[in-house]
């Protein structure tokens, strides 16, 4: 097997859990699917600045609650937005405590400057050598430059890097490039395709002294 010198994770979906789909459906009147929902939320205007950190977070609240027509105010929107971060996944520190040492991890993750912030608060923050957050880097998966600007932070071709991610999109650009893609949807599911990597000891995931 070629060698694996990096592991790039999404982080919602993946090692944290997130509950915008369920506070969606709430302010839709469960109008929409789960996949419904998720495309009407990538595809707002608003939603896209913002990620992309070109749209304040007052802004924003005005902007999505116009796109998707919900049913709330944007001041009301924006105080429950932060809450979508709900917790980490069962298991999702102990993976990344367990991760060999001399591999490079990493997190590519669309995400707001607000949700980033509730992550860090939950401590998972630390545990990347490099995080590569929308809000910073201005672009969002599935586009390519994102994952151009991670292989040149990672400093290595894109055969080298297991790429985790929970979107079909964001996985079939990667495969696209030569990564080596799975989408995964829970932290134990990300650690049985890296124990098949032989990046892990063994299988069992331990108790996770970061659960809540």
């Not at 007052?58 to 105010?73: P, Q, R, Y």
């Not at 102990?94 to 040492?101: N, Q, S, V, Y």
Request: some cysteine; overall charge negative; hydrophobic content about 45%.
């Amino acid at each position: 097997m070629q060698r694996i010198s990096s592991v790039l994770f999404d982080i919602g979906g993946v090692l944290i859990q997130l509950d915008g789909v369920q506070a969606l459906s709430k302010l839709l009147a469960d109008r929409h699917s789960a996949e419904e929902i998720q495309k009407l939320w990538i595809t707002s205007p608003s939603v896209m600045a913002h990620e992309t950190g070109k749209m304040s977070a007052e802004e924003f609240a005005i902007g999505v609650v116009n796109d998707l027509k919900l049913d709330t105010s944007p001041t009301e929107f924006l105080a429950d937005f932060e809450n979508w971060v709900s917790r980490p996944f069962p298991g999702a520190f102990e993976l990344l405590d367990t991760l060999p040492p001399g591999l490079t991890i990493a997190a590519l993750s669309n995400t707001s400057a607000i949700h980033w912030n509730r992550i860090a608060s939950l401590g998972l923050a630390e545990q990347f050598d490099h995080t590569l957050l929308s809000h910073e880097i201005g672009h969002l998966k599935p586009e390519i430059e994102p994952f151009e600007i991670a292989l040149a932070c990672l400093g290595c071709p894109a055969a080298e890097v297991v790429f985790l991610d929970d979107n079909s999109d964001n996985i079939a650009t990667a495969l696209a490039l030569g990564f080596r893609a799975h989408q995964v949807t829970s932290a134990n599911h990300a650690r049985e395709v890296l124990f098949g990597y032989e990046l892990l000891a063994n299988l069992s995931a331990a108790a996770d002294p970061h659960r809540d």
